[in-house]
Each structure stands twice: as C-alpha cells, then as structure tokens.
C-alpha cells in the first residue's frame, strides 16, 4: 500500500541544498539574523508540511494542516 506522507528523494535533496544555501549566505554574506530566522522557518514548513503530503500553505503564518481562514481573513488577503 503507497502512502503519502514521509519524504522522498527529491525532498531530502532540496532540503540539503537549502541548508547549504542558508549557510553560504551566514558565512560569506553575514546576512541579517531577521532573514536567517525566515528562511529556517520556511524550510520547517516545507518539510511538515511535504512530509504530510500538503503543499504549501497561502498563508505562510499558517501553517497548520487543518487551518481554514476565517472570513474576515479571507476578505484581507
């Protein structure tokens, strides 16, 4: 039986890059700590939400597998 969560190759390898790619920038950019903390925060989110096999969310501050907008939020966007 072929499940839906976990995952795949392709992931791991695009999660591995980013590090890298989030590092690079530390080391040879000193980038801001604001912008460190967004990107490691994104690639959080990619991976919960991959590994329960969601896309993304419209609204990254949301996260949630279960989250439904409310209507006034829906009206913002």
Same mark, same amino acid.
């Given at each position: 039986m072929a499940?839906? $969560?976990g995952l795949t190759l392709k992931d791991y390898n695009w999660i591995n890059s980013k590090? *890298? &790619?989030?590092a690079k920038m530390e080391e040879q950019? #000193?980038? $801001?700590e604001r912008f460190l903390r967004?990107? @490691?925060y994104v690639l959080g989110v990619f991976a =919960? *939400?991959? =590994?329960? #096999? &969601?896309? +993304?969310?419209?609204? +990254? @501050?949301?996260?949630? @597998?279960?989250y439904k907008p409310l209507s006034h939020e829906r009206q913002a966007v």
């Amino acid at each position: 039986m072929a499940t839906t $969560k976990g995952l795949t190759l392709k992931d791991y390898n695009w999660i591995n890059s980013k590090c *890298r &790619a989030i590092a690079k920038m530390e080391e040879q950019h #000193g980038v $801001k700590e604001r912008f460190l903390r967004n990107e @490691l925060y994104v690639l959080g989110v990619f991976a =919960f *939400r991959h =590994f329960h #096999g &969601a896309e +993304m969310p419209e609204d +990254m @501050l949301h996260p949630s @597998l279960n989250y439904k907008p409310l209507s006034h939020e829906r009206q913002a966007v």
